[in-house]
T-cell receptor, first 106, second 115 residues
Framework: KNEVEQSPQNLTAQEGEFITINCSYS?????LHWLQQHPGGGIVSLFM???GKKKHGRLIATINIQEKHSSLHITASHPRDSAVYIC????????FGQGTRLTINP | GAGVSQSPRYKVAKRGQDVALRCDPI?????LFWYQQALGQGPEFLTY????????KSGLPSDRFFAERPEGSVSTLKIQRTQQEDSAVYLC?????????????FGSGTRLTVV
């Protein structure tokens, strides 16, 4: 069973493009994390949100609890944004999506 | 420490060997989680501690996997008689509390390769 679905699974874009990654989940949650994982690296928590919208620099995360959907947006994308982005809704524990592999070409 | 520390960073084990993976959470963090991440996949939950109590071990794939956190700080994930399918990155995460207001901090992981 897939409790968390992310789309797209892979995304390649040119530098400067606006990026959107979507996450739909079926579990009841108290919060949702967006995480970033670089190749060979650990995981960095970008956002934790339970309602509405959060912004940090060029990153924006939104969540609609009723629709069980969240999105991560990157404005003015840059090659250093290339990484795997993981959606992780939190019930008692985190449930991870499969991740979206983002590649930004210069 | 400033972050969650995991050791070793890399481990190569011969099939059948026992391994022990260590996680040093942020001081004072109550919750500690272990996850297993196979190549190209998202992390999968293994087990969860609240202080020294192991509240959920439903994700441990077999009885060869054992985790402990005897003093409510450092945790060790032990895998006995390793098999090739155990090859993965093992991630540890800690959280100050259990409520929804508390974020997670992840370690860099231990990459286990069973040959």
């Amino acid at each position: 069973k897939n409790e968390v679905e992310q789309s797209p699974q892979n995304l390649t874009a040119q530098e400067g493009e606006f990026i959107t990654i979507n996450c739909s989940y079926s579990v009841g949650i108290s919060a949702l994390h967006w995480l970033q994982q670089h190749p060979g690296g650990g995981i960095v928590s970008l956002f934790m949100l339970s309602s509405g919208k959060k912004k940090h620099g060029r990153l924006i995360a939104t969540i609609n609890i009723q629709e069980k959907h969240s999105s991560l947006h990157i404005t003015a994308s840059h090659p250093r944004d290339s990484a795997v982005y993981i959606c992780a809704p939190r019930a008692q524990k985190l449930v991870f999506g499969q991740g979206t592999r983002l590649t930004i070409n210069p | 420490g400033a972050g969650v520390s995991q050791s070793p960073r890399y481990k190569v084990a011969k099939r059948g060997q026992d391994v022990a993976l260590r996680c040093d959470p942020i001081s004072g963090h109550v919750s500690l989680f272990w996850y297993q991440q196979a190549l190209g996949q998202g992390p999968e939950f293994l087990t969860y501690f609240q202080n020294e109590a192991q509240l959920d071990k439903s994700g441990l794939p077999s009885d060869r996997f054992f985790a402990e956190r005897p003093e409510g700080s450092v945790s060790t994930l032990k895998i006995q008689r390793t098999q090739q399918e155990d090859s993965a990155v093992y991630l540890c995460a800690s959280s100050l509390g259990t409520g929804e207001g508390y974020g997670y901090t992840f370690g860099s992981g231990t990459r286990l390769t069973v040959v």
